[in-house]
Nanobody, 123 residues
Framework: QLQAYGGGLVQAGDSLRLSCVAS????????VAWFRQVPGKERLFVSM???????YYEESVKGRFTISRDDAKNTVYLQMKSLKPGDTAVYYC???????????????????WGQGTQVTVST
């Protein structure tokens, strides 16, 4: 089971840190990703961290977002800086323990999902 939290209402240029906590399985043996979704649109890849700590980012968030993992807390973070109104979305964390290689950006490849947390960036 995954639980995502940390969203909120911020102004453009502000920062937020999202957290995704797992219960029952260790993130260190799987792959964890963040996706985001706006109403009426498909869920889109944002970032991923693999068990070997390789990280990947969607082009528009490179240099602004950082994904990291704290194995002691079994938590994956998405640090978001220089937020823009275009970052407004519901953010979901996802995990899968069968992904061991590659940059997996298809939501359908992830078998476990958190409940989503709303991020709203105002101008």
């Amino acid at each position: 089971q995954l639980q995502a939290y940390g969203g909120g209402l911020v102004q453009a240029g502000d920062s937020l840190r999202l957290s995704c906590v797992a219960s029952g399985r260790s993130f260190s043996s799987g792959a964890v990703a963040w996706f985001r979704q706006v109403p009426g649109k498909e869920r889109l890849f944002v970032s991923m961290i693999r068990r070997d700590n390789h990280t990947y980012y969607e082009e528009s968030v490179k240099g602004r977002f950082t994904i990291s993992r704290d194995d002691a807390k079994n938590t994956v973070y998405l640090q978001m800086k220089s937020l823009k109104p275009g970052d407004t979305a519901v953010y979901y964390c996802a995990a899968d323990w069968t992904i061991i290689w590659g940059s997996i950006r298809n939501a359908g490849e992830y078998g476990h999902w958190g409940q989503g947390t709303q991020v709203t960036v105002s101008t």
